[in-house]
Nanobody, 123 residues
Framework: QVQLVESGGGLVQAGGSLRLSCVAS????????MGWFRQAPGKEREFVAA????????YYADSVKGRFTISRDNAKNTVYLQMNSLKPEETAVYYC????????????????WGQGTQVTVSS
């Protein structure tokens, strides 16, 4: 059973930073890509970032390039999302997810999801 638990969300002013964490259960954490997604009210879920099992391959959505950094610590079964220069329109519930593959930029291949953590960016 794969379980993912996010933390680190909260309220931040525009231009501020937050660091999200996601701890995964299971002994094969390093074998799978991890991703971060977000969903704002009334909007479709957006694929934000992904990282391969070893951390050697990384993907970012154009909207967050240069501001967000995804990383992982396989010894701690944890993936992180450092978010800088946050904008009010990035207010959303942020989810981490585990892929069924070693590296994937296809949202359909992310099958295991956390409960989400709310990020609110005030203007």
């Amino acid at each position: 059973q794969v379980q993912l638990v996010e933390s680190g969300g909260g309220l931040v002013q525009a231009g501020g930073s937050l660091r999200l964490s996601c701890v995964a259960s299971g002994l094969t954490f390093s074998a799978y890509a991890m991703g971060w997604f977000r969903q704002a009210p009334g909007k479709e879920r957006e694929f934000v970032a992904a990282i391969s099992g070893s951390g050697g391959r990384i993907y970012y959505a154009d909207s967050v390039k240069g501001r967000f950094t995804i990383s992982r610590d396989n010894a701690k079964n944890t993936v992180y999302l450092q978010m800088n220069s946050l904008k009010p329109e990035e207010t959303a519930v942020y989810y981490c997810a585990r892929s069924t593959r070693y590296y994937s930029t296809n949202p359909v291949e992310y099958r295991y999801w956390g409960q989400g953590t709310q990020v609110t960016v005030s203007s």
